[in-house]
């Protein structure tokens, strides 16, 4: 089984800056994807940023330019860098992580840190 632990979110002030952690832990001999999803009340959860095992990035439009997603791999940690931020990402903020062992793939999900956004 793998566990996934958030951390970072809080309250800011638009125009602020804030730091998601995600690690991952368990039974895990490659991670092929890690990624942060966001979801605000009555709306989708939407791909915000994923890394995949190469190193290759990719970003959701509104983001950008601001969010800059960063990996540790002796640590099983990856991170979201959020700059410039804007009351439209306020959301719970969903961290991802696409994993294999000898026997089993896994696709384990945090849960959840909430990023307020305060005009």
């Known amino acids: 089984q793998v566990q996934v632990v958030e951390s970072g979110g809080g309250l800011v002030q638009a125009g602020g800056s804030l730091r998601l952690s995600c690690q991952a832990s368990?039974?895990?001999?490659?991670?092929?994807?890690m990624g942060w999803y966001r979801q605000a009340p009555g709306k989708q959860r939407e791909l915000v940023a994923g890394?995949?095992?190469?190193?290759?990035?990719n970003y959701a439009e509104s983001v950008k330019g601001r969010f800059t997603i960063s990996r540790d791999n002796a640590k099983n940690t990856v991170y979201l860098q959020m700059n410039s931020l804007k009351p439209e990402d306020t959301a719970v903020y969903y961290c991802n992580v696409k994993s294999s062992d000898w026997y089993k793939n896994s696709d384990a999900w945090g849960q959840g840190t909430l990023v307020t956004v305060s005009s």
């Open positions: 368990g039974n895990i001999l490659s991670i092929n994807f």
């Open positions: 890394i995949i095992s190469g190193g290759s990035t």
